[in-house]
Each structure stands twice: as C-alpha cells, then as structure tokens.
C-alpha cells in the first residue's frame, strides 16, 4: 500500500469538511443579503470587512497558520459573497422614480447599469439606435435619460436627444471621456445634469469596490439618489473634476492602453510562437501578456476613441518615443552606470509605493503561477 494513502484520505475528509463549512458560511451570507436588501443596506461594508479580516489574521497567527493565508482565503470567499449577495436584489432608493432610460442600454455597460437597475426596482426602457422612430413614446416622462453609447456617438446621439428633454428630467451618461460629453449636456439640457465614468468594464461579478467617476453638471440634490443606488451596489463613487479626470485618463487609458497595443502588436510581429512563451513564462510574464491578451478580446473602437479622445493624449504617448530612445541610448551606448542612475531616480519617484507594490503585486503573481496548473 502506498503509505501516503492513509493521509491523503484524511486530507479528502478535510477538504471536504471544508467544502461543507463553505457552504454553511455561504448559506448565511445569503441571510445577510436577505438583510441587507430588507433595510436598504450597501453591500459592501469596509469597515466590518476590515474589523473581520483583522481579527482572523490574529487568529491565524495564533494557531501558526500565515495570516496571509487566511486573509486570502477570505478575500477569496467574500469575492464570491458579494456576487451572490446579488441575487436578492437591491433596495429602491428613489421609488418615486417612474421611468429611468437607457440611451444604448442593448450595449455592453448599458446593458449591466439597465440590469442593475431592474434589479433594483425600478422601471427601465431602452433606447438603442435601431428604436428612435419610438424615441418620442419611449423617453415619455423619463425621470432619469442615461446614455451609454459609443464615444464617438455620445455628442450626435446628445444632440438628438434634445427635443425629448424636459427640465425635470435628470440627463447622464458613462461615457470613458467626461468634458466634451458633460460641457454638451449642460447645452442641451436645462435640468439636472451628471457625467459617470465606471472605472470597470461590464464582465464584473459584483459592484463592490467597483469605482465610478462622478463629474458634478447641475442641481446635484436631484441626481444624489443615483450615486446612492450605486453605492447601494456596492460600488465606489470619486468625485472629480472633468477636465481633471480627463487629465488623468490620458495617463490611466490613453497612454496604458497604447502602450499594450503597441506591444501586442510588436510581439505578434516577432518570430515567436505564444505558446512556447507561455510555458517558459515566469508569473510576472504570464500576467504581463494576460494584460495585453485581455486588451484585444476586447472592442478596438473603444480603445481608438479613448487614445484619440484629445490632443494632450497623443502629446504624452508621443513623448513616451523620447522615453524609449534614452532607455535604449543606454544599451546602445553600453553606459550601463548611467542605466543604474536612472533607475535609481525612477525609484524615488515612485518612493514608498514600490514597496507597497512589491507586496501587493506579490498576491498577484503567485496567482498567476497557480493559473499554470
Ligand atoms: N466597455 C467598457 O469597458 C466601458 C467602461 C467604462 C465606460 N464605457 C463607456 O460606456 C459607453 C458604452 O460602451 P460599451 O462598451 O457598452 O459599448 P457597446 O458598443 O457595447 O454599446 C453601445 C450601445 O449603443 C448603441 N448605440 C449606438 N449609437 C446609438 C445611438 N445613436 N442611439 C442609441 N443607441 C446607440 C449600440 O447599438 C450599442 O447597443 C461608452 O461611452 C464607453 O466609453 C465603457
């Protein structure tokens, strides 16, 4: 007989033991959403999260267990719990709204806020762009119009939407770029007015912790009960101003995603075969190409629009040639000192956050070694 045998079939009675306490611990988590939706509560408490996984790291200490460990596996389980908090809907806010209006709601991120929205009580029409000869009836005493086209659509289809606006309706939208679409809703509109950006795509399991940019239009007391849905959700809101998120999503969007494609693009024109990549990456490489693997699965409209959305980004991402020839003058030059010098400065610059990167960035890769199976 193997003699591992008789300890693998005490670590099977564990695992399974394991699976059955999940399943108990899940099975209240399903109360506790039952609650939450009962008294209108977010789903995503940060500070009994934090209180909770404090307390268990000590614990763990105690036993000699990693409080690393155990704190991810309970990141792990609360993942799942949150999306499961889900199913049992969300609490009205505002149950005086009539009629909320998604402008592109068969889209993607539309689609997820319509979704949302029904799941939360409240009524939900769609206007996508095959149903404008309806645009009269559907948009017919709408509390809140929300539109969630593609970039280069959002002014032409804002501009359309004028002669159905009335003043006591809310006008928003979720668009990835926030002056133009927020300056052009103040135009058109003279009720309350608010620019989202959801800094998440629609393939999300939950809100929670998701972040949503909120640019300030006009009479905000009308449109707080949207911000408080979304944060009903689960979800983060940051407030900011348009052209400072516009500032800052040219270094998050524009020049992250150009760089990727720019990548992506250089390598599929290399003589490599991807699959001989991945089984020699290591974990850092493997989520590097996850990275930009992922970028073009997605919709290459959407990221055009984004790197093209204005001047300063082609600016930056041009300047980023200039960071490239200096980084390579280096090796060309075999002035290796002058190398470790700039590394050196780039690391001040970063200054504590590179450790804090290192760390967090260390969870990360050792999930990405385990996705090799
Ligand atoms: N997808 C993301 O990851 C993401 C993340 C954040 C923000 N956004 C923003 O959300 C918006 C929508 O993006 P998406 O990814 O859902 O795009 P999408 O292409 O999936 O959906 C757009 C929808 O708009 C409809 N549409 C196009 N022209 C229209 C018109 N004139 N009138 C009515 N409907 C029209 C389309 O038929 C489609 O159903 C964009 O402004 C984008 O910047 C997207």
């Known amino acids: 007989m193997n003699p591992l045998e008789p300890i693998r079939e005490q670590i099977d009675k564990l695992d399974q033991q394991l699976i059955e306490l999940l399943a108990k611990r899940l099975a209240l988590v399903a109360e506790v959403g039952k609650i939450k939706h009962q008294y209108g509560l977010p789903i995503y408490a940060p500070e009994r999260e934090a209180f909770m996984i404090n307390a268990r790291r000590e614990e763990a200490e105690k036993r000699g267990i990693p409080a690393d460990l155990i704190e991810d596996i309970l990141r792990r389980v609360m993942r799942e719990s949150y999306a499961s908090e889900n199913k049992h809907g969300f609490k009205t806010v505002n149950p005086s709204i009539q009629k909320i209006v998604v402008v592109g709601g068969k889209g993607k991120l539309g689609g997820l806020f319509a979704r949302y929205f ?78 989202l950006h959801p800094m998440f795509g629609p393939d999300i399991a939950s809100f929670a912790k998701q972040v949503t940019a909120c640019c300030h239009g006009r009479s905000s007391e009308k449109y707080q009960w949207l911000l408080e849905q979304i944060q009903i959700w689960g979800g983060k809101i940051e407030y ?102 700039t590394f050196e400065k780039v690391h001040q610059w970063f200054g504590e956050y590179s450790e804090q990167f290192l760390k967090e960035s260390r969870n990360l890769l050792q999930q990405a070694n385990d996705l090799r199976g």
């Open 118 to 195: 029904v799941n939360s009580g409240y009524p939900v029409a769609v206007l996508d762009k095959d149903d404008w000869h309806n645009a009269t009836e559907i948009l017919h005493k709408a509390d809140l119009v929300l539109v969630s086209v593609p970039i280069d659509h959002t002014l032409p289809t804002l501009e359309a939407l004028k002669p159905y606006l009335t003043e006591n309706m809310i006008l928003a939208d979720l668009t990835s770029v926030k002056a133009q679409p927020l300056a052009k809703m103040l135009e058109i509109h003279q009720g309350a007015v608010v620019g």
């Open 240 to 341: 900011i101003d348009a052209k400072e998120h516009d500032h800052a999503m040219t270094y998050i969007q524009a020049l992250r995603h150009f760089s990727t494609f720019t990548y992506g693009l250089h390598l599929s024109q290399q003589p490599i075969k991807l699959s001989q990549l991945l089984a020699l990456s290591s974990p850092i490489y493997r989520l590097e190409l996850a990275m930009i693997g992922r970028l073009f699965a997605q919709d290459g409209a959407l990221y055009a629009d984004i790197i093209s959305d204005k001047p300063e980004n082609l600016a930056v991402i041009e300047s980023l040639q200039q960071s490239f020839a200096e980084s390579l003058a280096f090796f060309q030059q075999h002035n290796k000192q002058g190398f470790i010098e």
